[in-house]
């Protein structure tokens, strides 16, 4: 079966080759490698057209994101499979053969297969990401049996760099949706739930860049920003609107996601006094069914609730000392 890699990169030259190199150490080679480079400015065309020629598929196009990227790929894609490697992430040489081997195993209604991955580059991410998410029990490998409960959970067992999905599931229009700044690659995976059957390998077969120092957009998460919260909106707002969704088992688990962020966004322009900005927070929460006075009260004893919990730690923190001076 034939597969091609798609490989999306923004100024990281050294990281991109490196990825490169490891798609081509594979113990069962793919048939096409294509790097899409979204407007870098730190020379990563020329070293790739130096380094590799006519092995890679080389994309330019005008910094535009990585959905965009990724959509611009997959359509110069020709193999069966489509297999995705981010471009400061590695695979180990067995990553692809294993996955044939298993969706070759199982037949045509698996098409999306993905496996572990360890971390790199930090010392104190030592779990992988199937631990990390209480999966760490799973079979050696087989299928995954409700990848939706995954997702509504927040225990997303997979990762972009592990994915091997059937060419024929992006037909249909842009796979990645380009309005999506963060989240899009679990916006992929939620949408294909409905489509496909989803199996895994339980090895980490893949090695997943963590450097404390490295600036990605995954680092939002931990400063709060406003994006992380209006791409969830969206995200989730968007998945109401699926006719999979509405009126299914999972519609309540979505609202109830949809919900919490939109509390959570309410609360942080609070207390930063973006008084505007959290009006318009409540009322979206009035327009997914929450009343006014239920809406003053969670948000008041949200605010408590952290405030009782600042407390205890600085309390605990105060008496410290003296307990080590008893």
């Not at 029990?137 to 994915?163: Q, R, Y």
């Not at 895994?200 to 963590?210: C, K």
């Amino acid at each position: 079966m034939n597969v091609s890699v798609l490989i999306p990169t923004y100024n990281r030259r050294a990281q991109v080759m490196s990825a490169i190199e490891s798609v081509l150490a594979q113990t069962r080679p793919v048939q096409q490698i294509i790097v899409v480079d979204d407007g870098s400015t730190d020379g990563t065309a020329n070293e790739l057209r130096a380094q590799y020629g006519s092995l890679v598929t080389l994309i330019t196009q005008d910094n535009a994101g990585v959905s965009a990227a990724r959509n611009r790929g997959i359509r110069e894609t020709q193999g069966e499979w489509v297999a995705f490697l981010d471009s400061d992430d590695i695979w180990l040489p067995t990553k692809i053969e294993r996955q044939l081997e298993l969706t070759e195993s199982l037949g045509s209604e698996f098409g999306f297969c993905f496996t572990d991955c360890a971390y790199a580059g930090d010392p104190n991410k030592c779990r992988s990401v199937f631990q990390e998410v209480g999966f760490e029990n799973a079979t050696e490998f087989g299928p995954l049996l409700d990848p939706v409960a995954c997702i509504l959970a927040g225990k997303e067992p997979f990762w972009m760099s592990s994915l091997l999905v059937r060419r024929s599931l992006f037909d249909n229009g842009a796979p990645f949706n380009e309005a999506l700044t963060l989240g899009e690659d679990t916006d992929l995976f939620f949408r294909l739930c409905f489509r496909t059957r989803f199996c895994f390998v339980a090895e980490p077969l893949v090695r997943i860049d963590r450097t404390p120092t490295r600036d990605g957009l995954c680092n939002l998460f931990s400063k709060r920003d406003d994006r992380v919260y209006e791409c969830r909106e969206r995200l989730y707002t968007g998945w109401l609107a699926m006719p999979e969704v509405l009126n299914g088992r999972c519609e309540t688990g979505v609202r109830e996601m949809l919900r919490e962020i939109s509390y959570s966004s309410a609360e942080l322009k609070l207390h930063q006094l973006r008084i505007r900005q959290a009006l318009k927070e409540v009322r979206r929460l009035k327009m997914i069914g929450e009343s006014y006075p239920a809406i003053c009260q969670t948000l008041f004893t949200r605010k408590a609730r952290k405030l009782w919990q600042h407390l205890i730690k600085s309390a605990h923190i105060e008496d410290k000392p003296s307990r080590l001076r008893n």
